[in-house]
């Protein structure tokens, strides 16, 4: 079975960093791309960033990148199957429930796979 599973949200006062971890299991690594997303309450769910776990290429979604770009980036680690979004100088704005997100392929303009969400919660 395919599993997706975050951790590492918490509570953290603005200004501060979080790492949040997507360790996937049940399929292949290097053939899909993994991006996370996030909700804040009452809003939809929009994406933040997607990393192809083929060859590396990022890629920041439209609806959030003038927000987080310069402070949030992701990356891979291979050999633990473990997607990573580090959140540095968060912000209040940046309060929302986290998921990572499977898509077959190179992108992550469908997903395939959910994971069950981290909460990150940022105090002023």
């Known amino acids: 079975d395919v599993q997706l599973v975050e951790s590492g949200g918490g509570l953290v006062q603005a200004g501060g960093s979080l790492r949040l971890s997507c360790a996937a299991s049940g399929f292949t690594f290097d053939d899909y791309a993994i991006g996370w997303f996030r909700q804040a309450p009452v809003k939809a769910r929009m994406g933040v960033l997607c990393?192809?776990?083929?060859?590396?290429?990022?890629?920041?979604?439209?609806s959030t990148a003038g927000s987080v770009k310069g402070r949030f980036t992701i990356s891979s680690d291979r050999a633990k199957s473990t997607v990573y979004l580090q959140m540095d100088n968060l912000k209040p704005e940046d309060t929302a429930v986290y998921y990572c997100a499977a898509n077959y392929g190179s992108d992550c303009v469908a997903v395939d796979y959910w994971g069950q969400g981290t909460q990150v919660t940022v105090s002023s």
């Open positions: 990393i192809s776990l083929s060859d590396g290429t990022t890629y920041y979604a439209d």
